[in-house]
Protein backbone atom coordinates (compact mmCIF):
# COMPACT_ATOMS: atom_id res chain seq x y z
CA UNK A 1 0.00 0.00 0.00
CA UNK A 2 1.26 3.67 -0.96
CA UNK A 3 -0.26 6.40 0.84
CA UNK A 4 0.30 9.93 -0.96
CA UNK A 5 -0.79 13.03 1.14
CA UNK A 6 -1.62 16.32 -0.87
CA UNK A 7 -2.29 19.95 1.09
CA UNK A 8 -4.74 22.27 -0.58
CA UNK A 9 -6.23 25.17 0.96
CA UNK A 10 -9.36 23.92 2.57
CA UNK A 11 -8.66 20.21 2.77
CA UNK A 12 -6.19 17.32 2.43
CA UNK A 13 -5.85 14.64 -0.26
CA UNK A 14 -4.80 11.13 0.71
CA UNK A 15 -4.57 9.00 -2.53
CA UNK A 16 -4.52 5.32 -1.38
CA UNK A 17 -2.87 2.91 -4.07
CA UNK A 18 -2.64 -0.91 -3.48
CA UNK A 19 -4.35 -3.30 -1.22
CA UNK A 20 -5.56 -1.95 2.49
CA UNK A 21 -5.97 -5.10 4.56
CA UNK A 22 -4.86 -6.30 8.24
CA UNK A 23 -1.09 -5.52 7.85
CA UNK A 24 -1.24 -2.25 6.50
CA UNK A 25 -4.75 -0.93 7.92
CA UNK A 26 -2.58 0.66 10.84
CA UNK A 27 -0.72 2.38 8.18
CA UNK A 28 -3.49 4.21 6.95
CA UNK A 29 -4.65 4.87 10.53
CA UNK A 30 -1.78 6.97 11.43
CA UNK A 31 -1.38 8.73 8.12
CA UNK A 32 -4.99 9.92 8.85
CA UNK A 33 -4.65 10.49 12.62
CA UNK A 34 -1.27 12.63 11.47
CA UNK A 35 -3.34 14.98 10.13
CA UNK A 36 -5.78 15.17 13.05
CA UNK A 37 -2.69 15.55 15.15
CA UNK A 38 -1.83 18.82 13.20
CA UNK A 39 -5.83 20.22 13.72
CA UNK A 40 -7.07 19.00 9.81
CA UNK A 41 -9.96 17.47 9.52
CA UNK A 42 -11.31 17.98 6.31
CA UNK A 43 -9.95 14.79 4.67
CA UNK A 44 -10.95 14.02 1.22
CA UNK A 45 -9.97 10.09 0.16
CA UNK A 46 -8.38 9.18 -3.56
CA UNK A 47 -9.23 5.26 -4.08
CA UNK A 48 -8.93 5.33 -7.51
CA UNK A 49 -5.90 3.05 -7.69
CA UNK A 50 -6.94 0.65 -4.50
CA UNK A 51 -7.01 -2.95 -5.73
CA UNK A 52 -8.86 -4.38 -2.34
CA UNK A 53 -9.78 -3.15 0.89
CA UNK A 54 -10.55 -5.47 3.81
CA UNK A 55 -12.74 -4.88 6.84
CA UNK A 56 -9.67 -3.44 8.83
CA UNK A 57 -9.68 -0.87 6.09
CA UNK A 58 -13.40 -0.17 6.40
CA UNK A 59 -12.72 -0.02 9.56
CA UNK A 60 -10.09 2.55 9.47
CA UNK A 61 -12.28 4.61 7.73
CA UNK A 62 -15.02 4.41 9.71
CA UNK A 63 -12.52 5.96 12.96
CA UNK A 64 -11.14 8.18 10.88
CA UNK A 65 -15.05 9.58 10.31
CA UNK A 66 -16.13 9.47 13.63
CA UNK A 67 -12.51 11.63 14.65
CA UNK A 68 -13.70 14.60 11.95
CA UNK A 69 -17.20 14.32 12.58
CA UNK A 70 -16.45 14.71 16.51
CA UNK A 71 -15.98 18.24 16.84
CA UNK A 72 -17.92 18.86 14.05
CA UNK A 73 -15.47 19.99 11.93
CA UNK A 74 -14.87 17.45 8.99
Known amino acids: MDINI ?3 KRCDLLAIKGK ?3 FTAPDLIKAIEGLHDDGK ?3 VLNM ?3 EY ?3 AG ?3 LLIA ?3 CKRYNRG
Request: no cysteine.
Open 6 to 8: QQF
Open 20 to 22: VDS
Open 41 to 43: YKI
Open 48 to 50: EHL
Open 53 to 55: MSS
Open 58 to 60: FRA
Open 65 to 67: QRN
